[in-house]
């Protein structure tokens, strides 16, 4: 599960875990709120990726971007896990009937 770094009424930040475990891979992600946790104010993802990509990955990497193609050189993998909280928590961004938790 995600660790709580805070929360009240008006700021909520998590972390969390890359599936790899690895302890430098970490996401945050901070949501303030207003008018006593009803209107968000503020939405923020904070990703650390310590440490660098192998070589072998790198040039793969770059050898797709010189093709034209998309590269990436850090992936962050969401733990099936964390899912439901991240999305709980993100929900509170949408003020639709069907994905707003009430009050949570």
Known sequence: ????L?????FISKRFSCGC?????????TIELTD???RVVDCTFSLYMDGKAPLKYRLKQIWELL???EGQLADFILRLEDAP???QLL??????????????
């Open 85 to 87: 909280e991240l999305i």
């Open 67 to 69: 093709n034209g193609e």
């Open 1 to 4: 599960m995600a660790d709580k």
């Open 91 to 104: 929900s509170r961004l949408v003020s639709s009937p069907y994905t707003a938790t009430s009050g949570t």
């Open 36 to 38: 006593g946790g009803k």
């Open 21 to 29: 475990f690895y302890q430098g891979h970490i996401l945050d992600v």
């Open 6 to 10: 805070f929360e009240d009424d008006e």
